[in-house]
């Protein structure tokens, strides 16, 4: 019934109708509650509006990052419920990713390897939805690793990670995932400069040797993979580029980043290093300019450098040079207000907004002026590194005071609406970008970093319900000791009334930063896999143990409640290969496959083949069982591994 709800008005108007009928029943009840439980008709009105009785389904799903978690939660709204957690760069036992199964040590531990390291966790920021014509279209999301840069990617049919790639010459980023409006490209960009060689460079030529760069990753949506062999980077100057995005209907083909530390301060605070001994710690270092700068990256000249060849390969990847993007007209700066946090394009396309953290205004630049501009080849100067400089206050549509630490932003569905976190002020900003003015601010708990609205960054924002996700949650949760969970809040943002604080969510799983929310309709996934799928699948009465000298392979099938086979018997030393395949047709009646001992956990969802690689390597009895809780007799679903010596 709520779902249908366009208004509080309605709600209100429920709300009273309820409260009424249930007044004839149980006089005192409501209002016993509210009383005992401290409620106002507030509270009551926000209740309503989250409230998702049992059955009743969501009308949006949010993908946020999972932070240093390495994963990506799912959640609804406006119930706020978890869904899924989907397990990314992290081994996740559940759902028996990294615990023994070829497809997921594959992904886990070969792909998601960088430099003949394993790394099994990842600092998600900012997953990406695959876009249509720069909508949502529910069938990829994208996440990034901060910290050992890499980008995967979900598939939607499995809510399953099916691929992950790792940079070949970043060694941190900041701005990814996010797509093209037709997902041809994945997009990244570093965030702390440094060689582009795995060589040691010393901080002293850090100007000339040091570097940043932004990676586009061509998608095949067919494949549902990243295609690295058509994959480039581009050079950029040895700032600290920042948060991203892709330019969208009149701003199609262009990619922008910002950027801090225009300064290039190497820092060098404290004891034990001689050469920068007596400097200011980088938070000082980097903040002393008043500017620094938006860049504009031109993608699809960019695209076309690429396919004549005009890069030189390093580390084996494509990178073409700062130069080479000059000479081209494809890479401009801009300046920006000190030490900036986020650019985010408007759903025309035309305006760019780039909060300044250490500044009080937001900057609404026109993409139409910086085009002007650049038609006119009309620079203020060149960077260090020859880049042409655009005037700021000739691409600047206006600026706007909104208050202390404003950080990311989101749009409504309202022309000239959008949403700004502040993070000093531990508020969100509703606002008007086209007149340039402030219209209301609710304060949240505490310091918003991200916000996301829904469908807030495609070309159709739904206004409605905007999440902030706050870093803080003092006060706010029973105290669990030192380390807080983080507090997503939800907000009615729907027109007609001011903002109203809906619900408090902690999430106790690293710290998000982004999120992207979704018509929960445009998702479109899967009931079970089809068996056809896996080469490896083993049919039902094809069950059987092949023994070709010392290596043993077990075709196996799982249906309620047993294994096929259920004894195995293989000699101390053999190479066990194990393929089971989950026979059931029935939703949700998902097999476990654990051994004693082996560090296996298999989760077999209906219709899923997966294959155990192992060396029998110890004498012994070891009993192997189902891991969820599947039928009445679950406890049955067992069996023996035998290993004679
Ligand atoms: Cu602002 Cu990594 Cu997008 Cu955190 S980032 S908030
Ligand atoms: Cu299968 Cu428990």
């Not at 408090?504 to 896999?529: C, F, N, Q, S, T």
């Not at 189902?626 to 010596?645: D, I, N, Q, R, W």
Request: net charge neutral.
């Amino acid at each position: 019934m709520f779902g249908k709800i366009r208004n509080s008005f309605q709600l209100v108007f429920i709300i009273m109708i309820a409260s009424g009928l249930f007044a004839s029943v149980n006089a005192q009840s409501l209002e016993e509650i509210m009383k005992t439980r401290g409620l106002s008709q507030t509270d009551m009105l926000a209740a309503a509006k989250t409230y998702t009785p049992s059955g009743k389904l969501d009308e949006y799903v949010v993908f946020s990052s999972g932070g240093q978690s390495g994963q990506v939660i799912v959640y609804g709204v406006p119930s706020m419920r978890i869904l899924k957690y989907i397990s990314v760069f992290t081994p996740e036992p559940w759902q028996g990713y990294g615990y023994g199964d070829d497809e997921s040590m594959d992904i886990i531990y070969k792909q998601g390897s960088i430099r003949g390291k394993e790394i099994t966790w990842g600092d998600t920021h900012h997953p990406a939805l695959s876009e249509t014509a720069a909508e949502y279209d529910g069938q990829y999301c994208f996440i990034n690793d901060k910290a050992n840069p890499r980008v995967a990617v979900i598939d939607l049919k499995t809510f399953s990670t099916t691929q992950i790639v790792a940079n070949p010459i970043m060694k941190n980023e900041h701005g990814a995932a996010f797509v093209t409006p037709n997902t041809e490209y994945i997009i990244e960009a570093s965030q702390i400069p440094a060689p582009f060689t795995n060589d040691y460079v010393p901080l002293t030529e850090f100007n000339e040797k040091y570097r940043g760069a932004m990676t586009m990753w061509k998608f095949s949506r067919k494949k549902g993979k990243i295609l690295e062999e058509n994959s480039f980077s581009v050079e950029l100057p040895p700032y600290c580029q920042d948060l991203s995005d892709s330019g969208k209907n009149m701003s199609e083909g262009w990619v922008f980043t910002n950027s801090f530390n225009s300064e290039r301060y190497i820092g060098g605070f404290g004891p034990g290093n001689t050469k920068f001994r007596d400097r200011l710690p980088h938070e000082a270092g980097m903040s002393s300019k008043d500017t620094d700068y938006l860049h504009m990256i031109h993608l699809d000249t960019a695209i076309k450098l690429f396919e004549q060849g005009k890069y030189k390969k390093i580390n084996g990847h494509p990178v073409i040079s700062m130069e080479t993007m000059i000479a081209n007209n494809a890479l401009f700066l801009i300046p920006e207000p000190k030490s900036p946090h986020g650019v985010m394009i408007n759903p025309s396309g035309q305006y760019l907004t780039v909060s300044g953290k250490l500044d009080t205004h937001v900057s609404v630049y026109d993409f139409k002026k910086m085009m002007k501009l650049i038609n006119a080849k009309e620079y203020e100067g060149r960077d260090p590194y020859n880049v042409p400089i655009l005037s700021m206050t000739k691409s600047l549509h206006g600026q706007v005071e909104l208050g202390l630490g404003p950080l990311h932003t989101q749009y409504d569905s309202e022309k000239g609406i959008a949403y700004t976190s502040l993070y000093v002020d531990s508020a969100i900003a509703r606002w008007d970008y086209l007149k340039l003015k402030l219209i209301e601010k609710i304060p949240i708990h505490y310091n918003v970093g991200h916000l996301v609205a829904a469908e807030g960054d495609t070309a159709t924002p739904d206004g409605k319900y905007l999440i902030a996700l706050n870093k803080l949650a003092i006060d706010r949760f029973t105290q669990v000791g030192p380390l807080h969970p983080q507090n997503h809040q939800l907000i009615d943002i729907s027109a007609g009334h001011p903002m109203q604080l809906l619900y408090d969510m902690p999430l106790p799983l690293g710290e998000p930063h982004y999120a992207v929310m979704i018509k929960a309709d445009k998702l479109k996934p899967l009931i079970r896999y089809k068996q056809k799928w896996f080469k490896n699948r083993v049919k039902p009465g094809r069950e059987r143990i092949v023994r070709e000298g010392n290596k043993v392979t077990v075709h196996s099938t799982l249906i309620r409640s047993h294994y096929s086979p259920e004894i195995i018997e293989v000699n101390k030393g053999d190479e066990v290969v194990w393929h089971l395949t989950n026979l059931e047709r029935a939703q949700d009646e998902t097999h476990g496959f654990s051994i004693y001992l082996y560090n296996i956990n298999g989760s077999l969802e209906p219709g899923e083949t997966s294959t155990f690689r192992f060396t029998a390597d110890q004498e012994g009895v070891f009993p192997f069982y189902c891991t969820e809780f599947c039928s009445a007799l679950h406890l049955e679903m067992m069996g023996y591994l035998l290993v004679k010596p």
